[in-house]
Protein backbone atom coordinates (compact mmCIF):
# COMPACT_ATOMS: atom_id res chain seq x y z
CA UNK A 1 0.00 0.00 0.00
CA UNK A 2 1.37 3.34 -0.88
CA UNK A 3 -0.11 6.72 0.21
CA UNK A 4 0.04 10.47 -1.84
CA UNK A 5 -0.38 13.49 -0.21
CA UNK A 6 -0.25 16.05 -2.70
CA UNK A 7 0.16 20.11 -1.73
CA UNK A 8 0.66 22.94 -3.11
CA UNK A 9 -2.50 24.17 -4.73
CA UNK A 10 -3.32 27.29 -4.71
CA UNK A 11 -5.00 30.73 -6.48
CA UNK A 12 -2.51 31.97 -9.15
CA UNK A 13 -2.82 34.31 -11.92
CA UNK A 14 -2.97 33.60 -15.67
CA UNK A 15 0.78 33.45 -16.39
CA UNK A 16 1.97 32.52 -12.59
CA UNK A 17 3.75 29.73 -11.80
CA UNK A 18 3.07 26.82 -8.53
CA UNK A 19 4.73 23.93 -7.46
CA UNK A 20 2.78 20.61 -6.45
CA UNK A 21 4.42 18.20 -4.18
CA UNK A 22 3.29 14.34 -4.28
CA UNK A 23 4.54 12.85 -1.09
CA UNK A 24 4.67 9.35 0.24
CA UNK A 25 6.27 7.53 3.46
CA UNK A 26 6.79 4.46 2.17
CA UNK A 27 10.76 3.83 1.63
CA UNK A 28 9.40 1.40 -1.44
CA UNK A 29 8.34 4.66 -3.55
CA UNK A 30 11.16 5.12 -5.23
CA UNK A 31 10.54 1.67 -7.29
CA UNK A 32 7.06 3.24 -8.32
CA UNK A 33 5.92 5.15 -11.36
CA UNK A 34 4.40 8.48 -10.44
CA UNK A 35 1.66 10.27 -12.53
CA UNK A 36 -0.28 13.09 -12.74
CA UNK A 37 -4.11 13.91 -13.30
CA UNK A 38 -6.54 16.47 -13.02
CA UNK A 39 -9.91 16.47 -13.43
CA UNK A 40 -11.96 20.29 -13.56
CA UNK A 41 -15.55 21.30 -13.05
CA UNK A 42 -17.94 18.80 -14.85
CA UNK A 43 -14.98 17.01 -17.08
CA UNK A 44 -13.74 13.97 -17.15
CA UNK A 45 -10.26 12.83 -15.45
CA UNK A 46 -7.32 13.70 -18.05
CA UNK A 47 -3.76 12.69 -18.03
CA UNK A 48 -1.17 15.51 -16.98
CA UNK A 49 2.29 14.25 -16.75
CA UNK A 50 4.25 11.22 -15.52
CA UNK A 51 7.62 9.83 -14.58
CA UNK A 52 9.32 6.75 -14.76
CA UNK A 53 10.49 4.67 -11.35
CA UNK A 54 13.94 5.19 -12.22
CA UNK A 55 13.02 9.23 -12.92
CA UNK A 56 15.06 8.83 -16.48
CA UNK A 57 11.50 9.10 -18.62
CA UNK A 58 9.09 11.57 -18.67
CA UNK A 59 5.20 11.77 -20.25
CA UNK A 60 3.34 14.67 -20.65
CA UNK A 61 0.02 16.05 -22.61
CA UNK A 62 -0.04 17.86 -24.97
CA UNK A 63 -1.75 20.55 -23.34
CA UNK A 64 1.04 21.14 -20.93
CA UNK A 65 4.03 20.64 -22.55
CA UNK A 66 6.58 23.53 -22.33
CA UNK A 67 4.70 24.74 -19.68
CA UNK A 68 4.80 21.90 -16.76
CA UNK A 69 7.84 19.97 -15.72
CA UNK A 70 7.45 16.38 -13.42
CA UNK A 71 10.60 15.61 -11.45
CA UNK A 72 11.04 13.54 -8.30
CA UNK A 73 13.57 13.77 -5.25
CA UNK A 74 14.43 10.25 -4.18
CA UNK A 75 16.12 11.41 -0.73
CA UNK A 76 12.89 13.22 0.19
CA UNK A 77 10.37 10.62 -1.36
CA UNK A 78 8.96 13.05 -3.20
CA UNK A 79 7.90 13.74 -6.59
CA UNK A 80 7.19 17.60 -8.37
CA UNK A 81 5.27 18.66 -10.82
CA UNK A 82 6.02 22.39 -11.70
CA UNK A 83 3.72 24.72 -13.13
CA UNK A 84 4.60 27.90 -15.24
CA UNK A 85 2.50 29.99 -17.74
CA UNK A 86 -0.44 28.56 -16.52
CA UNK A 87 -3.60 29.83 -18.29
CA UNK A 88 -7.31 29.37 -16.87
CA UNK A 89 -7.97 26.34 -18.08
CA UNK A 90 -5.13 24.48 -16.08
CA UNK A 91 -7.93 25.53 -13.25
CA UNK A 92 -8.70 21.67 -11.89
CA UNK A 93 -8.13 19.65 -9.07
CA UNK A 94 -4.28 17.79 -9.49
CA UNK A 95 -4.04 14.12 -8.26
CA UNK A 96 -1.08 12.22 -8.05
CA UNK A 97 -0.95 8.54 -8.49
CA UNK A 98 0.92 5.60 -8.38
CA UNK A 99 0.73 1.74 -9.83
CA UNK A 100 0.15 -1.29 -7.76
CA UNK A 101 3.00 -2.85 -8.73
CA UNK A 102 6.80 -1.62 -8.23
CA UNK A 103 9.22 -1.62 -11.37
CA UNK A 104 5.98 -0.27 -13.43
CA UNK A 105 6.65 0.08 -17.02
CA UNK A 106 3.43 0.57 -19.43
CA UNK A 107 1.34 3.15 -20.21
CA UNK A 108 1.73 5.77 -18.02
CA UNK A 109 -1.10 7.80 -19.92
CA UNK A 110 -4.54 5.48 -19.05
CA UNK A 111 -5.45 6.47 -15.26
CA UNK A 112 -6.97 2.66 -15.12
CA UNK A 113 -3.11 1.68 -14.62
CA UNK A 114 -2.48 3.67 -11.24
CA UNK A 115 -3.76 2.49 -7.98
CA UNK A 116 -3.24 4.72 -5.33
CA UNK A 117 -4.45 8.10 -5.43
CA UNK A 118 -3.51 11.13 -3.19
CA UNK A 119 -6.62 12.75 -2.13
CA UNK A 120 -6.24 15.82 -4.63
CA UNK A 121 -5.31 19.48 -4.70
CA UNK A 122 -7.22 22.13 -6.17
CA UNK A 123 -5.40 24.61 -8.74
CA UNK A 124 -7.34 27.83 -9.85
CA UNK A 125 -5.74 30.47 -12.29
CA UNK A 126 -7.63 33.13 -12.78
CA UNK A 127 -7.88 35.45 -15.83
Known amino acids: QVQLVESGGGLVQAGGSLRLSCAAS????????VGWFRQAPGKEREFVAA????????YYADSVKGRLTISRDYAKNTVYLQMNSLKPEDTAVYYC????????????????????WGQGTQVTVSS
Open 97 to 116: AAPAMAYYSGNYYSDVEYDY
Open 26 to 33: ERTFSTYA
Open 51 to 58: ISWTGEST
